[in-house]
């Protein structure tokens, strides 16, 4: 699966920002999908997961009530909303994908088992 990520962008703190991903093979819907996002000089981060049905959804404590993960199977299509954006939020967001859903996503250090990984985007936030 090959996935393009685009929308990331130039923005002031509290602004909102919508990026998405769209996926090349028709069983995308197969697949959980993500977001991971990461800062200069920072560890990779996970931010979101949703479900390959798009029936669950996990987000990182940093973003929760301010991110929305959302898909479109039949566009093959994963998107991230952003608002209430502050400057930590500055960073490259990849658009992931995986067999499985599950904590591999959101443990510690992951995410884990993640079989496609796409361009990134850039999001920069300004204070």
């Known amino acids: 699966v090959q996935l393009q990520a685009s929308g990331g962008g130039l923005v002031q703190a509290g602004d909102s920002l919508s990026v998405s991903c769209v996926g090349s093979?028709?069983?995308?819907?197969?697949?959980?999908a993500g977001w991971v996002r990461q800062a200069p000089g920072k560890e990779r981060e996970f931010v979101a997961v949703?479900?390959?049905?798009?029936?669950?959804?996990y987000y990182a404590d940093s973003v929760k009530g301010r991110f929305t993960i959302s898909r479109d199977n039949a566009k093959n299509t994963v998107y991230l909303q952003m608002n209430s954006l502050k400057p930590e939020d500055t960073a490259v967001y990849y658009c992931?994908?995986?067999?499985?859903?599950?904590?591999?996503?959101?443990?510690?250090?992951?995410?884990?088992?993640?079989?496609?990984w796409g361009k990134g985007t850039q999001v920069t936030v300004s204070s």
């Open positions: 949703i479900a390959g049905t798009g029936s669950r959804t």
């Open positions: 093979e028709r069983t995308f819907s197969n697949y959980a």
């Open positions: 992931v994908a995986s067999t499985t859903y599950g904590g591999n996503w959101w443990v510690a250090g992951g995410p884990y088992g993640i079989n496609y």
